[in-house]
């Protein structure tokens, strides 16, 4: 007589430590989950890649040492039957297109919360693609030429009444102008004497006062609402 259905091994590529412990907390308590391997850096993935074959991979783009799309091509080329799926601060259009093109199967942004990462590992491994809304949106805008980029305001198209405008904080608003002038996380995080974390949390905010999901698009709605220079 055999036993039940096998585990769906997972593993785990994130470098912020309390994202990391959150991932790897829901899929430990899913019963029908095992935790494989979890790495921090784009170097300990490629190795784990080349040891260890998982059947769902979730990877952050945003390594300390490198891209995380390195890992995800390599994982796809080492193990085609592994679903890999994204789960990042990343919304531009070029992450997410070089993220498929590398093999990606599914697309989630990081406000998307921990506590149902473990359904959407179940619908990625059932043969499903989860992807956050927003990036649902990019990806139709894409391939619809004709249609209106995700982030052009209602009011333009209708000529409705314009959407209230948007109130930083001191600290967003610092955030965003070190972004503007090209410096990067770990830059920024320095200058403001914060984590690395802090600084991904102030652009989450950032990004969803501002109802967008890139740098790009952070800066150029930034700007037409007259919270940056010109």
Same mark, same amino acid.
């Given at each position: ?17 309390? =994202? ?35 059947? =769902? ?13 390195? $890992? ?12 890999v ?9 070029m ?7 590398? *093999?990606?199967?599914?697309?989630? @942004? ?8 473990? %359904? ?6 059932? #043969? ?31 000529? *409705?009444?314009?959407?209230?405008? =948007?109130?930083?904080s ?11 002038? #090209?410096?990067?996380?770990?830059e920024?995080?320095?200058?403001? *004497? $914060? ?15 501002? %109802? =967008?999901?890139?740098?790009? %698009? ?8 007259? @919270?940056?220079?010109?």
């Amino acid at each position: 007589m055999t036993g039940g259905p096998a585990l769906i091994r997972v593993a785990l590529v994130e470098d912020d430590p309390r =994202v990391h412990a959150s991932l790897a907390a829901a899929i430990a308590a899913a019963p029908d989950m095992t935790l494989v391997w979890a790495e921090t850096t784009r170097a300990a993935a490629l190795a784990a890649v080349e040891r260890l074959a998982v059947d =769902v991979l979730l990877v952050d783009l945003g390594l300390p040492d490198g891209s995380g799309i390195d $890992v995800i091509r390599t994982a796809h080329q080492r193990w085609p039957a592994c679903n890999v799926m994204v789960s990042t601060i990343f919304g531009d259009e070029m992450h997410v297109v070089q993220s498929i093109e590398a *093999g990606a199967r599914g697309y989630l @942004l990081k406000d998307s919360p921990a506590s149902t990462m473990a %359904e959407e590992i179940r619908r990625l491994h059932a #043969g499903g693609s989860p992807i956050s809304p927003l990036i649902a949106r990019l990806i139709l805008a894409r391939l619809r030429s004709d249609a209106p980029a995700p982030d052009v305001p209602a009011a333009r198209e209708t000529g *409705g009444a314009a959407k209230p405008a =948007v109130s930083m904080s001191p600290r967003e608003t610092e955030v965003l102008e070190l972004i503007t002038k #090209g410096f990067t996380y770990e830059e920024i995080a320095r200058r403001l *004497g $914060v984590t690395r974390h802090t600084v991904q949390t102030f652009v989450r905010r950032i990004y969803a006062k501002l %109802e =967008v999901g890139s740098k790009i %698009e952070a800066i150029n709605a930034a700007r037409e609402q007259g @919270l940056l220079g010109p």
